[in-house]
T-cell receptor, first 112, second 113 residues
C-alpha cells in the first residue's frame, strides 16, 4: 500500500542546533513531495514541495529538503533552528493523483 | 490572499446527533478535501471532491457523508455522531493540478459526548 513514514515522532533541540527530520515513502513510481508545518494554534501551511528538477528544494524560513529517489526519501533540514520553529511537521506525498497521503507527523520542540 | 474558512472552531455534540461541518474557499479551486487529524495518526482523508456534486471516498469514509452543491462550499456530515468521531477536522482546497499546494482551514475541534 502507498504510505509515508516519519520515524521521528518527537524531537527536542536547543536553539542553533541543526535539524533533520526523516520522511520515507513506499512506492517507486512518480511522486510529488511536500512538507507542511503546523505552528501552535495556526493553520497547516506549506513549507516546501518537490515535483521535478533540482532534488534539493528550498522553502520558507530557511528550511530545505532533498529528494533521494534511490532511498525513497525526502528529509527536511535546517542548519540552525530557532525557538519559533517549534511546531508539528508533516511530510506528504501524492502518487501523481490529487490525493495527498500524510505521514504521522513530527513534533519539534526548540528550547532557548 | 488565499482563504479557507470553517464554520466553527469548536463544537460539542451528543452521541446520535447529526452534525454539519461547513467549509468555504474563496480561490475558485476545483478540489476540496476533508481530513481528520488525530495525535499520532497524522491527517487521514475522509472524502474529497473534484467538482460540484462530485465526490470520492478517502481512506476513512465510514460514518461520514459530504455535500458540494456550490464550487466554493464543501460540507462534511456526520449522520449520527459517535464518541470515536471526536477529533480535529480540517478542510483543504487546491486548484486541481497534482503539483499544487493544498490550502488548509483553521480546523474544527469536534467533541462528541
Amino acid at each position: 500500500a502507498q504510505s509515508v513514514s516519519q520515524h521521528n515522532h518527537h524531537v527536542i533541540l536547543s536553539e542553533a542546533a541543526s535539524l533533520e527530520l526523516g520522511c520515507n515513502y513506499s512506492y517507486g513510481g512518480t511522486v510529488n513531495l511536500f512538507w507542511y508545518v503546523q505552528y501552535p494554534g495556526q493553520h497547516l501551511q506549506l513549507l516546501l514541495k518537490y515535483f521535478s528538477g533540482d532534488p534539493l528544494v528550498k522553502g520558507i524560513k530557511g528550511f530545505e529538503a532533498e529528494f533521494i529517489k534511490s532511498k525513497f526519501s525526502f528529509n527536511l533540514r535546517k542548519p540552525s533552528v530557532q525557538w519559533s520553529d517549534t511546531a508539528e511537521y508533516f511530510c506528504a506525498v501524492n502518487y501523481n493523483t490529487d490525493k495527498l497521503i500524510f505521514g504521522t507527523g513530527t513534533r519539534l520542540q526548540v528550547f532557548p | 490572499d488565499v482563504k479557507v474558512t470553517q464554520s466553527s472552531r469548536y463544537l460539542v455534540k451528543r452521541t446520535g446527533e447529526k452534525v454539519f461541518l461547513e467549509c468555504v474557499q474563496d480561490m475558485d479551486h476545483e478540489n476540496m478535501f476533508w481530513y481528520r487529524q488525530d495525535p499520532g495518526l497524522g491527517l487521514r482523508l475522509i472524502y474529497f471532491s473534484y467538482d460540484v456534486k462530485m465526490k470520492e471516498k478517502g481512506d476513512i469514509p465510514e460514518g461520514y457523508s459530504v455535500s458540494r452543491e456550490k464550487k466554493e462550499r464543501f460540507s462534511l456530515i456526520l449522520e449520527s455522531a459517535s464518541t470515536n468521531q471526536t477529533s480535529m477536522y480540517l478542510c483543504a482546497s487546491s486548484s486541481g493540478l497534482i503539483t499544487d499546494t493544498q490550502y488548509f482551514g483553521p480546523g474544527t475541534r469536534l467533541t462528541v459526548l
